[in-house]
């Protein structure tokens, strides 16, 4: 079983910057695809970032694409999510999930179905 727990969220105005960290239980964490997703009040959870085990692949969702950086760091179990240049649409509750298994194609790590564990989730709040 893995335990994530997620912090850095909070009330921002539009520019500014946050980070999200994601803290994971488990010995095995070097080897999990690890991904960050979000959730508007009212839609579906959807795909923001996604990094493989070593950090040599990344994807991110069009929307944020040039303002947010995933990122991770093995030795201290822990995925982050650097956004800046924020904007009132970024607003909602963020995820981070781990997927223990590999993936037969890295993009299959966009899909919400495909990991095995979830943290609580952060809110982050943009005001205009």
């Known amino acids: 079983q893995v335990q994530l727990v997620e912090s850095g969220g909070g009330l921002v105005q539009a520019g500014d910057s946050l980070r999200l960290s994601c803290a994971a239980s488990?010995?095995?964490?070097?080897?999990?695809?690890m991904g960050w997703f979000r959730q508007a009040p009212g839609k579906e959870r959807e795909f923001v970032a996604v990094?493989?085990?070593?950090?040599?692949?990344?994807i991110y969702t069009d929307s944020v694409k040039g303002r947010f950086t995933i990122s991770r760091d093995n030795a201290k179990n822990t995925v982050y999510l650097e956004m800046n240049s924020l904007k009132p649409e970024d607003t909602a509750v963020y995820y981070c999930?781990?997927?223990?298994?590999?993936?037969?194609?890295?993009?299959?790590?966009?899909?919400?179905?495909?990991?095995?564990?979830w943290g609580q989730g952060a809110q982050v709040t943009v005001s205009s």
């Open positions: 999930a781990a997927r223990s298994q590999r993936v037969p194609s890295f993009s299959i790590a966009t899909i919400p179905s495909e990991y095995d564990f």
């Open positions: 990094i493989s085990w070593s950090a040599g692949s990344t």
């Open positions: 488990g010995r095995t964490f070097s080897s999990y695809v």
